[in-house]
């Protein structure tokens, strides 16, 4: 893990961690301005309870850096809706309260917050946040490691069942060939019991018009013999 001190020197560092704004309400809970997005240099300060020209100090050393993290600055119409949006937010009897800067306001949002907190040197606050950072950080590569260990004895158990999988390819080539010799014996076969069915039919029917011959003969023999006792 590195040093603590290694996020207030490396600007590279600091910028791999600021996803992780959620280290901020870890350490202390950070009050955002009513839109849930932004937060003023005095709230910061108590935040990190530093007073506000130390937070200023330190947004004039890294202007640059915090802009993009989103760090900005409103004047004059934008300023002007940016309070009324606020003051709609803040509503009712909280509205008169809601403190308003005369001419500018600097505003930040949570990954600034983060940003400060990876550069502010006086703060205990700050220095737990870059803690908490480091040390979830260690936690998570132990984690990747015991999953990479894990998936590599996968990898391994797969290699095996490839090689018997390679060994069973023969035999089950064999075990298909003799089910397509016993389909073909199956075929055959069903069609001898076809063709013995359809002689069975012939018979039958050659029966049925016998005995038909014989009732009629037998019939006609009857016939006679009734003729001759008569005479």
């Known amino acids: 893990m590195p040093p603590e001190g290694a996020l207030l020197e490396s600007r590279a560092m600091r910028v791999e961690y600021l996803g992780r704004v959620d280290a901020l309400d870890k350490i202390k809970a950070l009050v955002m301005l009513p839109d849930g997005i932004h937060?003023?240099?005095?709230?910061i300060s108590r935040y990190f309870e530093v007073s506000t020209d130390v937070i200023r100090q330190v947004t004039a050393r890294h202007r640059a850096e915090l802009a993009e993290s989103g760090m900005r600055v409103l004047r004059g119409s934008e300023l002007r809706k940016f309070h009324s949006d606020m003051v709609s937010l803040w509503g009712g009897r909280?509205?008169?309260?809601?403190?308003?800067?005369?001419?500018q306001l600097t505003l930040h949002?949570?990954?600034?917050?983060?940003?400060?907190?990876?550069?502010?040197?006086?703060?205990?606050?700050?220095?737990?946040?870059?803690?908490?950072l480091l040390d979830a950080e260690?936690?998570?590569?132990?984690g990747y490691a015991a999953l990479d260990?894990?998936?590599?004895?996968?990898?391994?158990?797969?290699?095996?069942v490839g090689v018997a999988l390679q060994e069973l390819g023969p035999v089950l080539n064999r075990m298909s060939y003799r089910l397509d010799?016993?389909?073909?014996?199956?075929?055959a076969t069903n069609q001898v019991v076809a063709a013995i069915s359809?002689?069975?039919?012939?018979m039958s029917d050659r029966?049925?018009?016998?005995?038909?011959?014989?009732?009629?003969?037998?019939?006609?023999?009857?016939?006679?013999?009734?003729?001759?006792k008569r005479r």
Do not use: F
Request: hydrophobic content about 35%; aromatic content about 4%; proline content about 1%.
């Open 198 to 202: 359809n002689r069975l039919c012939e």
């Open 39 to 43: 937060i003023r240099t005095e709230d």
């Open 109 to 132: 949002t949570r990954r600034a917050v983060l940003n400060i907190a990876m550069l502010l040197r006086d703060s205990d606050i700050a220095r737990c946040v870059r803690t908490y």
């Open 149 to 160: 260990r894990r998936v590599t004895d996968v990898e391994s158990c797969l290699g095996g």
């Open 207 to 228: 029966i049925d018009r016998v005995d038909a011959k014989v009732d009629h003969v037998v019939q006609q023999v009857g016939e006679l013999r009734r003729g001759r």
């Open 94 to 103: 909280y509205a008169e309260s809601y403190p308003q800067a005369a001419t």
């Open 181 to 187: 010799s016993l389909d073909r014996r199956l075929d």
């Open 138 to 142: 260690e936690g998570w590569r132990e």
